[in-house]
């Protein structure tokens, strides 16, 4: 059963702290992507990577960073965390232009 | 800018009556749509998909009508049924070297299926 692995459900953070959320998938695929969702604005493209080291802005890049390292595994970096960023993380990856397989999410709250 | 657009937060119908999801974009690149399903605490899941090429596809329950003058598509589910109680989330793709595989998502519509 193929399968993207968000390291974290819940995560509850300060202002003002590095936070880092972490995505594996075991399916060698090439695609991988950051969304958050957020009520009544559904999915937004945060970041996406078409391969190792390789990293695209998506429509809400400001205030995020990411790290592709290794094929298998996409990492989403909150420089300074704002209470903004609360939301819902949402990671996924995909091997051709059609269909992602999505892991079960990160609830962020920053207080 | 929003390229797809899922007009109604929310929709509720009783069991065993059809569910229509309804999905507008403004892209005239896109070529293909899917309609994913999403409960409370996990991610979502792929329902169903069709190309530019068709204006219809069938799976099962599921139905998906492409209209593409009207720049419309549907989601049809007959028939409902409670466990279908879900937010449904409307997303376009557009062919290109770097569009090719990034997905665009509307706000996503609520279907309540009451028993």
């Known amino acids: 059963d193929v399968k993207v692995t968000q390291s974290s459900r819940y995560l509850v953070k300060r202002t003002g702290e590095k936070v880092f959320l972490e995505c594996v998938q075991d399916?060698?695929?090439?695609?991988m992507f950051w969304y958050r969702q957020d009520p009544g604005l559904g999915l937004r493209l945060i970041y996406f990577s078409y391969d190792v080291k390789m990293k695209e802005k998506g429509d809400i890049p400001e205030g995020y960073s990411v790290s592709r390292e290794k094929k298998e595994r996409f990492s989403l970096i909150l420089e300074s965390a704002s209470t903004n960023q609360t939301s819902m993380y949402l990671c996924?990856?995909?091997?051709?232009?059609?269909?992602?397989?999505f892991g079960s999410g990160t609830r962020l709250t920053v207080v | 800018d929003q390229q797809v657009k899922q007009n109604s937060p929310s929709l509720s119908v009783q069991e065993g009556r059809i569910s229509i999801l309804n999905c507008d974009y403004t892209?005239?690149?896109?070529?293909?749509f899917l309609w994913y399903k999403k409960y409370p605490a996990e991610g979502p899941t792929f329902l169903i998909s069709i190309s530019s090429i068709k204006d219809k596809n069938e799976d099962g329950r599921f139905t998906v009508f492409l209209n593409k003058s009207a720049k419309h598509l549907s989601l049809h589910i007959v028939p409902s049924q409670p466990g279908d109680s879900a937010v449904y989330f409307c997303a376009a793709s557009a062919p290109g070297e770097t569009s090719g595989s990034r997905l665009t998502f509307g706000e996503g519509t609520q279907l309540t299926v009451n028993p």
């Open positions: 996924a990856s995909s091997f051709s232009n059609y269909g992602y397989t």
């Open positions: 399916m060698d695929h090439e695609n």
């Open positions: 892209n005239s690149m896109f070529d293909y």
